[in-house]
């Protein structure tokens, strides 16, 4: 008799489903951000980085996937090369008065 295939109809998500879930977890968010997990970590123990929090009775340290995005948003806007307005080459030059003149 010859095998069958029966698509199984799990619960768990597949890897390809696994980005667009609305929270990530460390390893996850570290390829999401192109970053080691281990800069994630370092990140999350001097309270820098993305925001992030646990989950579950494990205490799994997960990220939500709009706070990733949010959180990249604000590091462009604080680049002064992403951000127009904080480079120091678009302000016009201050001209300071001399301390020198005489009444």
């Known amino acids: ?5 029966f698509p199984t109809t799990s619960a ?4 390809q489903a696994a980005p667009r879930a609305a929270f990530l977890s460390v390893k996850e968010a570290a390829e999401y951000l192109g970053l080691s997990p281990h800069t994630l970590y370092v990140w999350r123990h ?3 980085g993305p925001p992030s929090f646990r989950m579950g ?3 799994r340290v997960m990220y939500r996937r709009e706070s990733l995005y949010a959180w990249i948003r604000e590091q462009e806007q604080a680049d002064s090369r992403s951000n127009t307005s904080l480079n120091p080459l678009s302000v ?3 001209f300071r008065f001399s ?5």
């Open 1 to 5: 008799m010859p095998a069958r295939f």
């Open 12 to 15: 768990a998500p597949t890897p």
């Open 46 to 48: 001097r309270r820098q």
């Open 57 to 59: 009775p494990r205490g």
């Open 92 to 94: 016009a030059p201050q």
């Open 99 to 103: 301390h020198t003149c005489k009444a």
